[in-house]
């Protein structure tokens, strides 16, 4: 037994059971309920764009301005017959930007309404011609030899022919008035288009 009391008592100091204090109670803990924050989605960030690229600014012009001097000129050209019937041809643009040839077209017709040298082709007979030969209405006919086929089929005896080239900055308009039977050009002239 001696044996067992020893071993135990070397067991007591191995372990270095010294005497412990007594454990305080812990006090308790309190737990606080955590609201849950609702979840905001997050917005997607908007796709990078470019900027939108600006229009080209049509220019400003004074179109009759710049065509009653040449159209002045050609009332007074020789070899031309009091009376006769004018094909006036949609102004052309050839300049290296955006014109709106509506307008000296336009511009063209007001500068011819009251001369005594000429009758103008009504631009409804005019689109009734095109019809005819199977071209839209709107057609600018483009070519010199639409221009004339076309003043044949209305019986005009004359067509002015006309365009507007050069920088679209300063550009220039020339005419030209040709026969219709032959295509032989009687009067040409050209002259810068006024702001």
Known sequence: MKKYLFVALAALVLTGCLQRPPEQPQPPVTIEPV????????QPEPPVSEPVPQPPKIQSFNWL????????QMLQADGVTPGS?????????????????GKATAALHKALAS?????????TQ????????????????????????LARIVGAQYVLYSDVSGDVKSPQMDMQLMLAQSG???????????R
Do not use: H, M, Y
């Open 35 to 42: 609201t849950p924050t609702p979840e905001v989605p997050q």
């Open 115 to 123: 001369n005594q040298t000429f009758r103008v082709v009504p631009e």
């Open 65 to 72: 301005g710049s065509v009653q001097p040449l159209v002045s």
């Open 85 to 101: 019937v004018l094909l006036l041809d949609s102004v052309k643009n050839n300049t290296n930007g955006s014109l709106q040839t």
């Open 126 to 149: 005019l689109a009734s011609a095109k019809q005819t030969l199977g071209l839209s209405a709107d057609d600018s006919l483009g070519s010199r030899s639409k221009a004339i086929g």
């Open 184 to 194: 032989e050009i009687v009067w040409s002239g050209n002259g810068d288009v006024k």
